[in-house]
């Protein structure tokens, strides 16, 4: 079986009053129909690289060949970075990381 991919992954931020805003547009793609799922995270990663706590997330349940959507993931903490999760039936996970700048 294929990994699940990422077609599209793009983070737009703004800051309104005390929140950082990220506007997340996504698409996934699995050749063998096998979408499970796709999530997006507002992560705060420790020294070693491991995340310490996520600030915020979506996460949506699908299906098929293709998906797409948009989220809105906002926070009042540190987070630097959003974190994109595809998931296919087996557990195959593709993930991608975008540095953000607030």
Same mark, same amino acid.
């Given at each position: 079986?294929?990994?699940?991919? !990422?077609? =599209?992954?793009?983070?737009? %931020?703004? %800051?309104?009053?005390?929140?950082? +805003?990220?506007?997340? =547009? /996504?698409?996934? #793609?699995?050749?063998?129909?096998? &979408?499970?799922?796709? =999530?997006?995270?507002?992560?705060?990663?420790? *020294?070693?690289?491991?995340?310490?706590?996520? &600030?915020?997330?979506?996460?949506?349940?699908?299906?098929?060949?293709?998906?797409?959507?948009? #989220?809105? &993931? +906002? %926070?009042?903490? *540190?987070?630097?970075?959003? +974190?994109?999760?595809?998931? *296919?039936?087996?557990?195959?996970? %593709? !993930?991608?990381? =975008?540095?953000?700048? /607030?």
């Amino acid at each position: 079986m294929v990994d699940p991919k !990422i077609v =599209k992954f793009e983070v737009d %931020t703004r %800051t309104t009053g005390p929140f950082k +805003r990220a506007n997340v =547009k /996504w698409e996934a #793609y699995h050749e063998d129909g096998a &979408l499970n799922e796709v =999530k997006s995270e507002l992560p705060v990663p420790g *020294d070693d690289g491991e995340v310490l706590e996520v &600030l915020d997330t979506e996460t949506t349940s699908v299906s098929g060949e293709s998906a797409s959507g948009e #989220y809105n &993931l +906002r %926070t009042r903490g *540190d987070a630097d970075a959003v +974190r994109f999760t595809v998931t *296919d039936i087996k557990g195959q996970k %593709t !993930i991608e990381i =975008k540095d953000v700048d /607030w």
